[in-house]
């Protein structure tokens, strides 16, 4: 026999005790290699007179070989078997359903139940969409690392095999190079739909759905509208309506305009409103405050209101004169003042320099019939004309006549006239603990009123008491020893709204409005009386509307529409990962579960061309490896990953190239060249993490003090926006609640790659730390792969792994954190 090349076996070939030294024998000719005595193999495939098998001799034996064996091999991870994936498939079409059914409930009925502020509706809006997001999230999880760790296997059992880049050296951990990893690349001209589809939906899940599942719910105000018999208060038995005031009307008349306390919602400064309440309150309601809960009521009830047309009259002569007294027979200096409106309303008056007028200014308001020019001249019975007017009120205002002249005198008169209305528009009254405000819908009012006529209100019984002098200085009088200004008539209210200084009232522009609101407050009062009165007598019965506040807890159609379509989108793409990770279209052409350590030794371990481009490559650096197999294709069938002889080169991606192979030359590793640890482990990362849950820690027991002792209101934490689209509003979206759920969700996250690494690499460090023994046999049996949160917990600790049981238990607890 010639010579032959013998080489000692790689150590790992007895590290397994079902690896025989002849274990190539089981796929490869007996012709192709000799087995000695002594425990070596001799390689006639290194014999120089001995070719090594071509590539498609490979190939020819490999189709035979898979033509003779036996079942194929159907191992699939658990979440990717038909049951586990329709039920999250199922799960996210449920979470889909409820959130439609909740978002058109809510819209439809203005919310989903009412919140009466105890625990359970608490845990119902804050806890359980949280708690299913992120279930859900787990769910994702579990499934995208299933598919992540089978995608290497997907690839070998492709009918051309893989690239070692793509196989033996793949390594996707973090979800954003699953999504790289899932996508074309220039060697590799395919998309792994399922890596691709499982890692999209983890993304919507953990950057979506997730955080704005907390702000899904939320407790706010809602209007309910509903129609309700009403009772009106009815005062035909008074008409028609006298002026019969009294000295409580002066009283709540100078309250209201002075001091702005009311003592009746339905009086205001513009309105006077027919009081109207639900049926079911029995009494009618007068004072101020209507009812002691949050309500709006809507009916259609009788207004009555007050106009004040004036027109300005402008001074057109003003002289000083000497006037004679018939009564004294004396002369006495005097001013004479003459007045003209652009409508022609002309009125001459002179008053003497001793009158209160001419000495101290001040302002008169009377009817033209009835002014008494005695009355603000001290007495003096002085020259008095007005004709052509069309106005039968007059207000008279100015300053002192003392020095004055045309040039710089002030005098000013209005001529009013007044109008009176009533209709029967909507009146909204709105409700609160501490006010009740009513309000009349003017421009449907302004379209509908009508002068008040005879039958309704004696309205120059009103004239006559509101112009009426004595009335008015009985019951307001100046402060004692003041020279403030002379009024008279209803002008000693309007002063007293300017503190009795001329200057101001003839400065202020709105002068004439604030006539019309005293009048109209006084008209008011005087109905208030008629309230009173009539209170006692049946009410008329009506329709009307309550429009009650109330706390409920709604859908956000924001929120809502943007879960709606992320999950939606999930389901799409779960369907698509149902569909592509079958067998028939996804063949892993596994056995059993490669997690395993000795399972992951059988793969190769009868496989002499696997073994053999495996030689030496032991502690060599992630970029070593990638070097040394670059040229290299592997093809995983019936559980063993076979050598395919060839080069990978571009514009071949499925067709390797037939390589004639040598002598075997073991790779050369550098020893400077060193694996650095891995960076979820590295002490910086910890540092980091320890920082981060310190600060979350130190954060929430602030806030939790902060808010016992001073509270959250109108602050960042109880900030919300409001989201609207198209002049449709959305809703309000609370920022706070979506930050903290993404902080807890990016904790969550780091825990668990920290907790997947570790789950990855426990059984080798079990074997790092002593020889494989039936004793120790965990190390290479056992897998945590598989195992998820308290499970995994479980696991390590019955086998006593305590720093994993840790690292899953820290795991479940940020999950849970996640929930709050």
């Known amino acids: 026999m010639p010579a032959s090349f013998t080489q000692s076996p790689h150590p790992s070939y007895r590290a397994l005790p079902h690896v025989q030294e002849d274990a190539y024998a089981e796929y490869y000719p007996l012709a192709d290699y000799e087995s000695s005595t002594s425990g070596t193999i001799r390689y006639l495939a290194d014999v120089p007179h001995i070719p090594t098998p071509s590539l498609s001799t490979r190939v020819d034996y490999i189709a035979s070989d898979i033509t003779n064996a036996s079942p194929d091999p159907a191992w699939l991870p658990y979440t990717l078997r038909w049951v586990c994936l329709a039920s999250i498939l199922f799960f996210s079409a449920v979470l889909e359903i409820l959130v439609v059914i909740a978002h058109v409930i809510s819209a439809r009925q203005k919310g989903l139940v009412a919140d009466d502020g105890s625990g359970s509706i608490v845990i119902f809006s804050k806890f359980v969409p949280t708690l299913l997001a992120v279930t859900h999230g787990i769910l994702l999880s579990i499934l995208l690392n299933d598919v992540r760790r089978t995608q290497p296997f997907a690839n070998l059992a492709s009918p051309s095999g893989a690239p070692a880049e793509q196989s033996l050296t793949w390594i996707a951990d973090a979800w954003w190079e699953c999504l790289l990893a899932s996508l074309p690349k220039r060697h590799v001209k395919k998309t792994s739909w399922a890596l691709f589809c499982a890692t999209v939906a983890f993304m919507f899940s953990f950057l979506i759905v997730s955080p704005f599942s907390s702000t899904l719910l939320v407790s706010q105000d809602v209007l309910f509208a509903e129609d309700q018999p009403f009772s009106q208060l009815d005062i035909s038995s008074a008409l028609p309506l006298q002026s019969n005031p009294i000295g409580t009307t002066y009283f709540r008349t100078v309250s209201s305009l002075l001091q702005n306390v009311t003592t009746s919602a339905w009086i205001t400064d513009s309105y006077a409103v027919l009081p109207f309440w639900p049926s079911t309150m029995g009494s009618a309601p007068l004072g101020p405050i209507l009812f002691d809960s949050a309500q709006t009521w809507s009916a259609k009830t009788t207004v009555f209101d007050v106009e004040v047309n004036c027109e300005q ?415 449709l509003d959305l809703g309000d979206v609370n920022p706070a609640s979506l930050i903290t759920t993404l902080v807890a969700v990016s904790i969550g996250l780091w825990w668990g790659s920290l907790d997947t690494a570790l789950r990855r690499i426990q059984p080798y460090l079990v074997l790092a730390k002593k020889p494989m023994t039936r004793s120790s046999s965990e190390g290479v049996l056992i897998s945590y792969i598989s195992s998820y949160l308290l499970w995994a917990a479980w696991r390590a600790l019955k086998y006593s792994h305590r720093v994993l049981a840790l690292v899953c238990t820290g795991a479940f607890l940020s999950e849970i954190r996640t929930f709050n």
């Open 313 to 727: 009259m402008n001074l057109v002569e003003f002289l000083s004169l000497d006037w004679v007294d018939p009564e004294l027979n004396a002369t006495i200096p005097a001013h004479r003042a003459r007045l003209l409106s652009p409508s022609g309303c002309d009125l001459n008056l002179t008053l003497a320099d001793g009158g209160d007028l001419a000495g101290i200014g001040g302002a008169v308001w009377s009817s033209w019939r009835d002014i008494n020019i005695t009355t603000f001249n001290s007495g003096f019975d002085t020259p008095f004309n007005i004709g052509g007017c069309v106005q039968d009120e007059i207000i008279f205002l100015s300053k002192p006549f003392y020095w004055a002249t045309f040039a710089n005198a002030t005098v000013i008169g209005q001529a009013c006239k007044t109008s009176y209305f009533t209709g029967n528009p909507s009146v909204t009254v709105t409700l609160s603990k501490s006010a009740s405000l009513v309000e009349v819908d003017e421009l449907e009012y302004l379209s509908i009123r009508k002068l008040i006529p005879g039958n309704v209100a004696d309205l120059s019984s009103f004239q006559r008491v509101f112009l009426n002098d004595t009335n008015w200085s009985r019951h307001l009088k100046k402060p004692l020893g003041s020279r403030r200004a002379f009024a008279s008539g209803p002008a000693i209210m309007l002063s007293a709204l300017y503190d009795f200084s001329p200057e101001k009232m003839v400065a202020d522009s709105s002068f004439t409005r604030n006539a019309e609101r005293v009048k109209q407050r006084f008209f008011g009062e005087l109905l208030r009386d008629v309230f009173d009165t009539t209170s006692i007598s049946d009410a008329v019965k009506t329709t009307g509307t309550i429009i009650d506040t109330k706390r409920r807890v709604v859908v956000v159609s924001a929120v809502a529409i943007i879960l709606e379509i992320s999950l939606l989108l999930q389901i799409i793409l779960l369907s698509t990962v149902l569909l592509t990770t079958r067998l028939s279209r996804r063949p892993l052409g596994l056995f059993a579960d490669p997690a395993p350590p000795i399972r992951v030794a059988k793969l190769i371990s009868n496989e002499a061309g696997t073994l053999q481009s495996l030689d030496s490559l032991h502690g060599a650096s992630s970029k070593e490896l990638e070097h040394s197999l670059s040229n290299k294709r592997y093809l995983l069938n019936r559980g063993r990953i076979r050598l395919i002889t060839g080069e990978y080169t571009e514009g071949s991606a499925n067709k390797p190239t037939s390589k004639k192979q040598g002598p075997h030359q073991p790779t050369v590793l550098n020893p400077a060249h060193t694996e650095k640890q891995s960076h979820t482990f590295s002490i910086w990362m910890f540092v980091i993490l320890i920082f981060l849950l310190s600060t979350v820690l130190t954060v929430i027991a602030y806030l939790y003090w902060y808010s016992d002792a001073v509270g959250l209101y109108q602050t960042a934490f109880v900030y919300a926006f409001d989201v609207s689209l198209g002049g």
